[in-house]
């Protein structure tokens, strides 16, 4: 699945996964914008850097959605 581009404030961190039982290295866009941080895309888990070049690095992992586990990766690049 194709998304139209993000904009936001990537995190990447280690936390227990509940339905994995285990920790995951998991990488998360907040929109700073946004109260609460609603309506912010999945989760990607179990990060790995797949790439990086002076303007842009890749991620890669799955993402959790409704239950389900699809393969995806990032492209990750600064706007500014």
């Known amino acids: ?15 227990y996964d509940e339905d994995l039982r285990r920790h995951v290295r998991m990488a998360r866009l907040l929109d700073p914008h946004t109260p609460g941080h609603a309506k912010q895309p999945p989760t990607l888990l179990d990060v790995r850097l797949i790439g990086m070049s ?15 586990e ?9 706007t500014a």
């Open 1 to 15: 699945m194709i998304r139209p581009a993000l904009a936001g404030d990537l995190r990447v961190e280690q936390c």
């Open 70 to 78: 699809y393969a995806q990766s990032w492209l990750v690049q600064d």
């Open 54 to 68: 002076p303007s842009a690095f890749s991620l890669s992992g799955f993402e959790r959605v409704e239950g389900v």
